[in-house]
Nanobody, 114 residues
Framework: VQLVESGGGLVQPGGSLRLSCVAS????????MRWYRQASGKEREWVVG????????NDVDSVKGRFTISRDNANNTVYLQMNSLKPEDTAVYYC????????WGQGTQVTVST
């Protein structure tokens, strides 16, 4: 199993980014995919997930109405569209899949700052 995130960067408050996670080594279309994030000095926290059918799973309150998760099963990719970004969204964002054990990507840094 391999998960490779990309799309992070530096953005001003109010800006947008789209993160991507390309998966390989398993049948992507049949698994729920998840995004987590970890700010410096804090524990990793749940952000949002998407089922194999494309249904959104319980995003954390702090991102409701601003973040959208989607998936492209033909290209084994899950996306996280982040709008109206705030400084408190600054974190390393990780893609996750559970196949008996949890698998994680290497993460992509998102920094929201002026």
């Amino acid at each position: 199993v391999q998960l490779v995130e990309s799309g992070g960067g530096l953005v001003q408050p109010g800006g947008s980014l789209r993160l991507s996670c390309v998966a390989s080594g398993f049948t992507f279309s049949t698994y729920t995919m998840r995004w987590y994030r970890q700010a410096s000095g804090k524990e990793r926290e749940w952000v949002v997930g998407i089922t194999s059918a494309g249904d959104r799973i319980n995003d954390v309150d702090s991102v409701k109405g601003r973040f959208t998760i989607s998936r492209d099963n033909a290209n084994n990719t899950v996306y996280l569209q982040m709008n109206s970004l705030k400084p408190e969204d600054t974190a390393v964002y990780y893609c996750n899949v559970r196949r008996g054990v949890e698998f994680w990507g290497q993460g992509t840094q998102v920094t929201v700052s002026t």
